[in-house]
T-cell receptor, first 115, second 115 residues
Framework: DTGVSQNPRHKITKRGQNVTFRCDPI?????LYWYRQTLGQGPEFLTY????????KSRLLSDRFSAERPKGSFSTLEIQRTEQGDSAMYLC?????????????FGPGTRLTVL | AQSVTQLDSQVPVFEEAPVELRCNYS??????LFWYVQYPNQGLQLLLK??????LVKGINGFEAEFNKSQTSFHLRKPSVHISDTAEYFC?????????????FGQGTILTVHP
């Protein structure tokens, strides 16, 4: 069990560029969550996958954001036409399939800076 | 909808002193409550969680929390803190049911332990 990994750890981009982040959950964890954390705030829910199915999306997830989880393993979060307001830490978490109250295990996050 | 309020944004304390980090929640349904800790440049780590049963919950690193339904609170306590407890602490609620286990976090409390 190597934990949840996220790549890259840091990303600096110019406004208007597209960026993609990757999350590798703990193996055999069927549930995967994306959260966004801005400075001085707690994480906010973005989206949730059960295996490969995206079952819920927050209203925070504008149409510039898209997330996938092909084959129910790793997940990617893409932001198109980045804006300065997208600067934040993007966190990924995974949990086993048994109960919705199961512990979510978080990765170290990807810090995005949009210039 | 549910929400979480952490009443103190920063808590300074001396080493070996007791500490309490306060958390209040609001929800129209039964809730499940969590405390996570975030060390610098690391992901969130679960300290403890309340699902049901005894209202006093013990977690890792000597922390404990008490669920108080009438006051809608879930305060975190430690009788004697160490320098290594310096970190940011987040209270979170999971409304269960159709929420798919997504967590709603408070704004965080930065605990600074001074020698």
């Amino acid at each position: 069990d190597t934990g949840v990994s996220q790549n890259p750890r840091h990303k600096i981009t110019k406004r208007g560029q597209n960026v993609t982040f990757r999350c590798d959950p703990i193996s055999e964890h069927n549930r995967l969550y994306w959260y966004r954390q801005t400075l001085g705030q707690g994480p906010e829910f973005l989206t949730y996958f059960q295996n490969e199915a995206q079952l819920e999306k927050s209203r925070l997830l504008s149409d510039r954001f898209s997330a996938e989880r092909p084959k129910g393993s790793f997940s990617t979060l893409e932001i198109q036409r980045t804006e300065q307001g997208d600067s934040a830490m993007y966190l990924c978490a995974s949990s086993p399939a048994m109960m919705y109250t199961d512990t979510q295990y978080f990765g170290p996050g990807t810090r995005l800076t949009v210039l | 909808a549910q929400s979480v309020t952490q009443l103190d944004s920063q808590v300074p304390v001396f080493e070996e002193a007791p500490v309490e980090l306060r958390c209040n929640y609001s929800s129209s349904v039964s809730v499940y409550l969590f405390w996570y800790v975030q060390y610098p440049n690391q992901g969130l780590q679960l300290l403890l969680k309340y699902l049901s049963g005894s209202t006093l919950v013990k977690g890792i690193n000597g922390f404990e929390a008490e669920f108080n339904k009438s006051q809608t609170s879930f305060h975190l306590r430690k009788p004697s803190v160490h320098i290594s407890d310096t970190a940011e602490y987040f209270c979170a609620v999971n409304a269960g049911g159709t929420s798919y286990g997504k967590l709603t976090f408070g704004q965080g409390t930065i605990l600074t332990v001074h020698p």
